[in-house]
């Protein structure tokens, strides 16, 4: 009996080794990326904090002048304007691309055709940024596009798109809801992990299948799905600019002027170091107001984010 208990406390220690063993692993595997995070995020983030405090062109001393950027980017009305084009083109498109992912996901499962819609989803996503600006300067020109052909096919008159002021900003968040190949991926591998049994259940209590997506799936896959606007939230600020850069420059009129794009005129077009260190600091903040906006819908919702609240 003892020398059973013996060999038991002996694997448990060599369980607990083989752990500590695994875990220094982990974090040496995880070093490279602690280490780039530290260089080229962290601590360039620093020295743009300390830099907003300081006038400077660059080619000459910085000149200590306090909160003084702060208060010319808060004055500034095409900092303001590019603050509400950022924010435009973030708040409407982060919900769409969540919910379309999620729907694609969920027709793609199943099916003779899945395996054509799957790559149909995704290749958009895996097309460069600069190519795939330039076929959709193409579907949104005003005169010979295919989409105001269809449009006027249907007895609709086409909008003049990229050319016109009110529909520049609508074209480039059209473009945008394309762009769900990856979050459709990661949908899709968390609708393969929910059981299959609990969809059964649903059948047997006669759910359908639109009732079973509402009840049983979406409250389900509710942890990863606000994951999904978490990081669409913070990575369409830059993708944002991107396409406004490519397709109509900030234009026209200011249309489609994002605070990205105000950050690099500063920095690189008027040599305006610290005031473009202000507005990139305003940036991280209102990131983090749109991550914070997302956990307070999870808490509505009653979302945990424990290990074992996620099911990928």
Same mark, same amino acid.
């Given at each position: 009996?003892?020398?059973?208990?013996?060999?038991?406390?002996?694997?448990?220690?060599?369980?607990?080794?083989?752990?500590?063993?695994?875990?220094?692993?982990?974090?040496?595997? *995880?070093?490279?990326?602690? @280490?780039?995070?530290? /260089?080229? %995020?962290? !601590?360039?983030? &620093?020295? #743009? +904090?300390? $830099? =907003?405090?300081?006038?400077?062109?660059?080619?000459?001393?910085?000149v200590?002048?306090?909160?003084?950027?702060?208060?010319?980017?808060?004055?500034?009305?095409?900092?303001?304007l590019? *603050?509400?084009?950022?924010? @435009?083109?973030?708040? /409407?498109? %982060?919900? !769409?691309?969540? &919910?379309? #992912? +999620?729907? $694609? =996901?969920?027709?793609?499962?199943?099916g003779?055709?899945?395996?054509?819609?799957?790559?149909?989803?995704?290749?958009?996503?895996?097309?460069?940024?600069?190519?795939?600006?330039?076929?959709?300067?193409?579907?949104?020109?005003?005169?010979?596009?295919?989409?105001?052909?269809?449009?006027?096919?249907?007895?609709?008159?086409?909008?003049?798109?990229?050319?016109?002021?009110?529909?520049?900003?609508?074209?480039?968040?059209?473009?945008?809801?394309w762009?769900?190949?990856?979050?459709?991926?990661?949908?899709l591998?968390?609708?393969?992990?929910?059981?299959?049994?609990?969809?059964?259940?649903?059948?047997?209590?006669?759910?359908?299948?639109?009732?079973?997506?509402?009840?049983?799936?979406?409250?389900?896959?509710?942890?990863?799905?606000?994951?999904?606007a978490?990081?669409?939230?913070?990575?369409?600020?830059?993708?944002?600019?991107?396409?406004?850069?490519?397709?109509?420059?900030?234009?026209?009129?200011?249309?489609?002027?994002?605070?990205?794009?105000?950050?690099?005129?500063?920095?690189?077009?008027?040599?305006?170091?610290?005031v473009?260190?202000?507005?990139?600091?305003v940036?991280y903040?209102?990131?983090?107001l749109?991550?914070?906006?997302?956990?307070?819908?999870?808490?509505q919702?009653?979302?945990?984010?424990?290990?074992?609240?996620?099911l990928?």
């Amino acid at each position: 009996m003892a020398g059973g208990k013996d060999e038991i406390a002996n694997r448990g220690a060599a369980g607990g080794r083989a752990d500590r063993t695994g875990d220094r692993r982990v974090r040496w595997l *995880l070093l490279p990326y602690a @280490a780039g995070l530290v /260089l080229l %995020v962290l !601590l360039p983030a &620093l020295l #743009a +904090f300390g $830099l =907003a405090f300081f006038r400077t062109d660059g080619l000459h001393p910085p000149v200590f002048v306090g909160r003084l950027n702060f208060a010319l980017v808060f004055t500034d009305e095409l900092y303001l304007l590019s *603050l509400a084009n950022s924010l @435009a083109l973030v708040i /409407l498109p %982060v919900p !769409l691309r969540v &919910l379309g #992912a +999620f729907l $694609l =996901a969920w027709l793609a499962r199943r099916g003779r055709l899945s395996a054509l819609l799957r790559a149909a989803v995704f290749l958009p996503s895996a097309v460069p940024a600069s190519a795939f600006a330039l076929a959709w300067l193409w579907v949104l020109n005003p005169y010979y596009g295919p989409l105001n052909r269809l449009l006027g096919g249907l007895g609709w008159p086409g909008p003049g798109w990229l050319a016109d002021g009110q529909w520049a900003r609508p074209g480039i968040m059209l473009l945008l809801l394309w762009l769900v190949g990856e979050g459709f991926l990661v949908a899709l591998a968390a609708l393969y992990d929910v059981p299959a049994d609990l969809e059964d259940a649903a059948a047997v209590d006669g759910a359908g299948a639109t009732a079973t997506l509402r009840h049983v799936l979406l409250p389900l896959l509710a942890p990863v799905l606000v994951l999904l606007a978490a990081r669409d939230a913070v990575l369409l600020l830059p993708d944002a600019f991107v396409f406004s850069r490519l397709l109509t420059g900030g234009g026209p009129y200011y249309a489609t002027f994002t605070l990205p794009q105000f950050i690099h005129e500063a920095a690189f077009d008027r040599l305006d170091f610290g005031v473009a260190a202000a507005a990139l600091w305003v940036l991280y903040a209102l990131t983090g107001l749109l991550l914070a906006a997302v956990y307070l819908v999870a808490r509505q919702w009653d979302v945990g984010t424990s290990e074992s609240d996620f099911l990928v």
